[in-house]
């Protein structure tokens, strides 16, 4: 079930799309660029109250179709605070006009409150890039985490903005 958080957090994204969509193309999403990209992620794990981490990342275009990014996380849950640290790819498909959709999957260690690696963690994850200028973005991207590519730990929907570097 959708909240209303998560239907009024995509509103706005559907009217830009219908308004902007001729007036650019999107010229972020080729060969050679890189980008950066903040922002927050609403996370479900299992057995656990929703968390909300915030994080950054910085990719790298090796082709028109794939990226290859690092990201940082952080969080604070019940007075804990943890940070985690990926490296990972997504592949983009379909790309049209203002909107860009991808998949991708990441791997990384966890570090909680200043001990790195107590956990290794997977995501694998299907987001969208809708464009409101040539090299600027907001982008949504649901995914699931996995312990050791195994055991099923949560799920998380993700919202940022992204600038594009030609």
């Known amino acids: 079930m959708i909240s209303k958080f998560k239907i009024i957090l995509l509103t706005p994204f559907l009217i ?5 969509s ?10 050679g660029n890189t980008k950066i990209s903040i922002g927050f992620d609403d996370d479900k794990t299992k057995g656990k109250e929703a968390n909300r981490k915030f ?3 910085y990719g790298n275009f ?5 990226e ?3 990201k940082l996380k952080y969080s604070t849950e019940a007075g804990i605070d943890s940070c985690f640290l990926e490296l990972g790819g997504s592949y983009y498909f379909l790309k049209s006009v203002t909107l860009t959709p991808y998949i991708g999957y990441g ?3 966890e570090c909680i409150n200043s001990q790195w690696g107590t956990s290794d963690e997977e995501d694998a994850f299907i987001g969208i890039h809708n464009f409101l200028s040539e ?8 995914g699931v985490d996995f312990i050791n590519a195994t055991e099923y730990l949560g799920r998380y929907l993700s919202v940022n903005l992204t600038y594009f570097f030609d």
């Open 135 to 142: 090299n600027i973005a907001i982008s949504t991207e649901f």
């Open 62 to 66: 090796i082709s028109n179709d794939v």
């Open 55 to 57: 994080y950054g990342s």
């Open 68 to 70: 290859l990014f690092v």
């Open 16 to 20: 830009l799309t219908i308004t902007l």
């Open 22 to 31: 001729s007036t650019f193309e999107q010229n972020g999403v080729k060969e």
């Open 107 to 109: 791997a990384g260690i």
